[in-house]
């Protein structure tokens, strides 16, 4: 059996961890903040002082961290997992990075004769919790079936959806498609609320037509309670539609629908909504229709 | 069984009236156009010179028109159904019109003791065809329980909503649902085209996760081949949209990404693509994007 190691112990990763242990995988854990391990360490997880230490002791090395820079300093900053991994090895980062983070990432592992596949995940920390993450893997097949039954202990759908750089494209487009799904649900139901409508019956009546969706089925009533328990979070999505905008820029796409979920998700983290989940959307268009809030 | 007349054989109002018929209701039926009512005479129906002959014979009078000034027209025009209706009769509006439309045709109806439900429906010409349309009712609950068998030959779920206009105000909601799913899903799908990603896999691979909806499932391949087939117009959604931005406007609610969805398809009915299916939306992402028309 592959010995795991798992870098970047936050609400997602530390679930996602679990499962690999919980699958028999022989597992080294490292976070920046030590003390997030613990749970793991109980369970029998090995702790490492740094990613270079668990590289050492690790066949397959999984990522999951917030962003580009982290990323990028966790593998090739000091005492990051390229100083210690060993040749053959693989690195699976589940974060959600920009398509160009990833292929520089598995060029600098490529001098190292060490794989790299993109891994980005979908589900929020619900499917973190009960592995039922949707994964989309970017890579080189061989690297992607080595990958894939780390990845089976976390996610449900596994999909294998082109070369390296290409998991991080789908989930742009994941996050693009989201911030129209939520912004529509939330502006039907600021209306229908407004229209002193039964909304939790119209979202069923909806449910079975061309409306459904869902973030209908399972956000809508977050909305019309105003409450928004994570989830995912709106300072997590905002930073993942940074992404898919600039990739659209590169590729000269206009996304008016992405951008002003952007923008209304800036306004949020203003706010300090950033760490609520991103179904607060719904709080703007409320508070712009003078509901309370 | 009552007997039926059903006003206004378009896409919709034919295939609704089909089922009708079909059910073994006795049918009277009457179009602008008569030489639309060819088939379901030629299966046994009776063609009203009139609507106000229409309603005559009929003690369950089906409107299926399109726009709020159609259904003034049929109802208080020159031998209008109101003309002919019969004490203790029951118009089913299934046209989407205003609320305030569908009110103001309650109180002109009652006075003649003639009862009210506005029924608008949702799922497309497919959904009229095979009779799954998703309809909602507004009305006195005995008047929607009365009509509830004759809707329920044409739709699968069938929703009281709330007092009459309540059905309309849900139509209403669903339309501005609608405007941001096929909004997200097409500027996702754009994004992936240009990322030159397989897109088909895109899709299943995103369906299994919080992007998931009937319009991802149903009408990306659309955006993908960038072809349109009904379905249900463009022009029709931008009818919709319209009578719900001026609710939003009366409401005091502001539905910018349904706002935008309107303007586009008026770039789309200007550019002689009203009559193609709403996934056309994508035409406009895709053109913005300069890929191939």
Redesign the interface.
């Known amino acids: 059996m592959e010995r795991v190691g798992f870098i970047g112990l936050g609400t997602m990763g530390a679930a996602m961890a679990g499962h690999v242990a919980g699958a028999g995988y022989p597992l080294t854990v490292w976070n920046r903040t030590p003390g997030r391990a613990a749970s793991l360490v109980a369970a029998g997880a090995r702790q490492a002082e740094t990613p270079a230490a668990l590289a050492a002791e690790s066949d397959v090395i999984v990522v999951c961290v917030s962003d580009s820079p982290d990323v990028e300093e966790v593998l090739f900053g000091p005492a990051g997992a390229a100083e210690g991994v060993r040749d053959g090895g693989l690195v699976v980062d589940c974060s959600t990075v920009a ?1 160009s983070t990833a292929r520089s990432a598995a060029q600098g592992l490529a001098e190292r004769r060490v794989g790299f596949v993109d891994a980005p995940v ?3 920390s619900e ?1 973190a919790q009960k592995a039922t993450l ?1 994964i ?1 893997c970017g890579g080189d097949p061989a690297d992607v079936e080595r990958a894939r039954p780390v990845l089976a202990t976390m996610g ?2 596994i ?1 294998h ?2 070369p390296v750089g ?1 998991g991080q ?2 989930k ?3 996050q ?17 609320l ?5 909304v939790a ?2 979202v ?3 449910g ?9 089925a ?1 956000r809508s009533g977050r909305m019309i309670d105003n409450e928004y328990p994570l989830g ?1 979070k709106v300072a997590l999505h905002r930073k993942d539609l940074r992404i ?1 905008l600039t ?2 820029s590169e ?8 951008k ?1 979920c952007a923008g209304i998700e800036v306004d949020l983290i203003a706010n300090e909504h950033g760490d609520e989940d991103m179904s607060a959307l719904a709080r703007v ?1 409320r508070g ?3 509901l309370p809030d």
């Open positions: 398509p979908s589900g929020g499917g949707t989309f449900k759908t999909t959806v082109g290409a494209a789908v742009a487009v994941n693009v498609i989201l911030a129209g799904t939520y912004l529509g649900v939330a502006e039907g139901i600021v209306l229908a407004k229209s002193g409508l039964d019956q119209v069923e009546a909806l079975g037509g061309a409306a459904q969706s869902w973030v209908l399972n995912f898919a990739m659209a590729l000269g796409v206009v996304l008016p629908v992405a002003l268009i712009w229709a003078d």
